[in-house]
Nanobody
Framework: QVQLVESGGGMVQAGASLRLSCAASGRDFNTYFVGWFRQAPGKDREFVAAHTLSGGRIYSADSEKGRFGISRDNAKNMVYLQIDNLRSEDAGLYFC??????????????????WGQGTQVTVSS
């Protein structure tokens, strides 16, 4: 069992940077792959980035353009999402997720077993 708590969201100006954090509790967190998803108002939740167990990073077509960076610190049971040069379209509720075994793509929600409650990001122009 893993519990995830996101933090670091808030209202920021366009062009600013933000680092979202996800604190995990539970045993053997280093055996879980992790991901970030976001849900904009009125839209479905969408994949942003994932960190594989082997240390690889997967990004969405939008997030792989260089403004997003996912990282984890297993010693602290933490996962981070760095967002640079924030844009209005980056606004939404950001969720951290973790999973242990999946044959599916880590871009899919179904691959994850545990979810946090989300942290809100608002971008002002």
């Amino acid at each position: 069992q893993v519990q995830l708590v996101e933090s670091g969201g808030g209202m920021v100006q366009a062009g600013a940077s933000l680092r979202l954090s996800c604190a995990a509790s539970g045993r053997d967190f280093n055996t879980y792959f992790v991901g970030w998803f976001r849900q904009a108002p009125g839209k479905d939740r969408e994949f942003v980035a994932a960190h594989t167990l082997s240390g690889g990073r997967i990004y969405s077509a939008d997030s792989e353009k260089g403004r997003f960076g996912i990282s984890r610190d297993n010693a602290k049971n933490m996962v981070y999402l760095q967002i640079d040069n924030l844009r209005s379209e980056d606004a939404g509720l950001y969720f951290c997720a973790a999973g242990r075994e999946s044959t599916r793509s880590l871009r899919l929600e179904l691959s994850y077993d545990y979810w946090g409650q989300g942290t809100q990001v608002t971008v002002s122009s």
